[in-house]
């Protein structure tokens, strides 16, 4: 089911609109409006999708325990001697 709708472009909208018809990439400007509003829907709805599973992770995340600024230092040294020492560059 299609509606008929009336919409404003701007001029530089129209011409690219109109040059994508012309190169034979789309049947009438009608075509390129609709295939722009669906790939707009998509990277809507994976937008959306994105979102919620950063926020899906971030409820994991805050419901794990977590450890204190001087455990995370720790850590950290030991990763940066771990790794020196990987590819010989202890102290």
Do not use: N
Not at 8 to 32: K, W
Not at 46 to 69: K, W
């Amino acid at each position: 089911m299609t509606i008929e709708a009336s919409i404003s472009l701007t001029e530089q909208q129209d011409a690219f609109a109109r040059s994508l018809v012309e190169q034979g990439h789309y049947d009438d400007l009608s075509d390129v409006v609709r295939q722009a509003l669906d790939l707009l829907r998509r990277e809507t709805e994976a937008e959306a999708a994105e979102i919620e599973a950063f926020r899906t992770l971030i409820a994991e995340r805050r419901s794990q325990p977590s450890i204190s600024a001087d455990e995370m230092d720790e850590r950290i040294d030991r990763m940066i001697e771990r790794k020196r020492r990987e590819y010989g560059l202890a102290d």
